[in-house]
């Protein structure tokens, strides 16, 4: 670069994120909820169209949900169900063809798993609130939906300016940014930098921050097409002598997967000729790719960042992990991040919470990413075309076959057994607060909506709420009852909807100043 011809600008910003996709923009308007101004950079002039993630799951529809997004979500989900039920009729469903429940349910390695097995009176499932029809949400309108919503809470989001590079320090990081119409490059100054600029991570690389893991296998393709020929091709996911494929649920959606090892060439558009030769390859069918709409290839490289914070550098979604697609966990991981680090940071940001608490970032969703390369992994061996993995497949197939089997196949893809190993014995700390129905008609998410920590008070106790003086700036409190819970006193629910408190009416563990300090220093003039 020829720092020469580089301008500089006088305007500082507390954090400066990399990438406008749906995890750098949710991480933008998660911290300018917490107070922090915050740049989001992004190359792209406009929102990506190329068909990704197809769904949502629990813990992401619950997070968006107590941000006042359902709504919106229940929309876009509502269109994607159109579209599902159009592509039915066209394969000669009919009107009147049963048509699968919206309620998501997922599947394991291209097993599908049935609702109708799902063991709803588990208590993983209770508690989540009205988000149970939500699940058929592509990427592409979603990442709009974001987009709006970081728009509505003044988020400045500059596209068609790549990062070029950083310079960091023990005070803040000079970003590099280039327009790419040509224009002058120039910088700005941060207090932090957040890459969430996917897999090949610029920000990770020229951070340090290692990523180990595995070697891809397969080439996988994902499309929208036209096509004929598609008469014998079977709805949903299918085994093949050679690998696997899935058409459906969405019009001329089609994916292959073939275990002939990683592509030469990921970047290349995908063209109608090379899309037709594996759609008959693995399927054995003549069809005739005549138009792609929207392509992808894919692999299964594996592969986490050892750490998710190297300094005044952070990464998040897609920088931090990578994976398969099998089991649409990509996502919905990075939402977590998202949620889970744009308070902290910004309770960093403005002073309000040791540069400390930042460790529990990596600490508490390096774990859970961890866990989901491992689930990925295991969906490629159950899904290799070779005998022992078939005869595995079997196995597992009749497993999924089963209430009990699919009751814990959904539990772990829905993302409800997620929790942190947070301080306190009570059962609900560490874990997504459930949505309490309260007295006055409300639900817990209709008080999580800016972002802020609540204070639930459920037994009208002043020496409770007494406990959040001093954290009037980043603690709400809210004196209610919940008839559906009598036995609960109290919450103390982080601005990423998890418990940090919890404490019965029989007095146990019912004082919250320990964990009102962990997570938000201490309180205001000590």
Known sequence: MDTENTQNTDTNYDVVVSGAGPVGLLLAAELTLGGARVLVVERLAEVDETIKAGGLNS????????????????????????????????????????????KFAGHFSGIMLRADLLDESDPAFTGLGPVDRVGLVPQAPLERLLGRHADALGVEVRRQVELTGFDADEEGVTVRLAPTDGSAPYTVRAGWLVGCDGGRSLVRKLGGIQFPGTAPEITGYQAIADMTGTEPLRGGWNTTDVGTYAFGPLPGRILTVEFDGPPEDRQSPVTAEELQASVRRVTG??????????????????????????????????????????????????????????????????????????????????????????????????MRPEPHSRALRSVVTDLAGTVDGTTYLVKRISGVWQHYDLPGDHPLTGRSAPDLELADGTRLADHLHHGRALLLDLADDPKLRARADGYEDVVDVLTASCPGRPELAGLLVRPDGFTAWAADTDGAENDPTDALRLWFGAPAGA
């Open 285 to 382: 069918v003549d069809v005739t790719v005549q138009k792609v709409h929207s392509s992808t290839r894919f692999t299964d490289n594996c592969r986490q960042a050892d750490t998710y914070r190297a300094g005044r550098v952070l990464l998040a979604g897609d920088a931090a992990h990578v994976h398969s697609p099998f089991g649409g966990q990509g996502l919905n991981l990075g939402v977590g991040d998202a949620m889970n680090l744009g308070w902290k940071l910004a309770l960093v940001v403005r002073g309000r919470a040791p540069v400390e608490l930042l460790d529990t970032y990596t600490a508490e969703r390096h774990p859970i990413g961890a866990w989901v390369l491992d689930w990925t992994r295991a969906q490629i061996a159950v």
């Open 59 to 102: 813990t992401t529809t619950v997070a968006l949900y107590r941000r006042g997004l359902l709504p919106e979500l229940t929309a876009i989900h509502e269109e994607a169900m159109s579209r599902f039920k159009e592509f039915r009729r066209t394969q000669g469903g009919g009107d009147s063809s049963p048509v699968p429940p919206p």
